[in-house]
């Protein structure tokens, strides 16, 4: 079971740019997927999740109206297009994922078991 995450990459603050994270299973498209990010010296926090039948979808509150979280079901690929983007935004963002989630609880990343390596994301003023 392995995620891939891709399309980070310098960017200007108020630019865009589109993640995506490719599952390793087909069995993927019946979990939950989220995405979280590290900024240098920072705890690593929660961005946005989706269900897996793209209902249940949260995001935090620093990036709710710039950010949209979606999945590609039959390519087992999940994305976060990103908008608007700060300086803040800078990290490192990586893909979660995990079959059994309480919906309470979906930002909290130790509901989730696997993770991809992570794609690093920097916004220049």
């Known amino acids: 079971v392995q995620l891939q995450a891709s399309g980070g990459g310098l960017v200007q603050v108020g630019g865009s740019l589109r993640l995506s994270c490719a599952a390793s299973?087909?069995?993927?498209?019946?979990?939950?997927m989220a995405w979280f990010r590290q900024a240098p010296g920072k705890e690593r926090e929660f961005v946005a999740a989706?269900?897996?039948?793209?209902?249940?979808?949260r995001y935090a509150d620093s990036v709710k109206g710039r950010f949209t979280i979606s999945r590609d079901s039959a390519k087992n690929t999940m994305f976060l297009q990103m908008s608007s983007l700060k300086p803040e935004d800078t990290a490192v963002y990586f893909c979660?994922?995990?079959?059994?989630?309480?919906?309470?609880?979906?930002?909290?990343?130790?509901?989730?078991?696997?993770w991809g390596q992570g794609t690093l994301v920097t916004v220049s003023s």
């Open positions: 979660a994922a995990d079959r059994n989630i309480i919906l309470s609880s979906l930002q909290d990343e130790w509901q989730y078991d696997y």
């Open positions: 299973e087909r069995a993927f498209s019946r979990w939950f």
């Open positions: 989706i269900g897996w039948d793209n209902l249940a979808i």
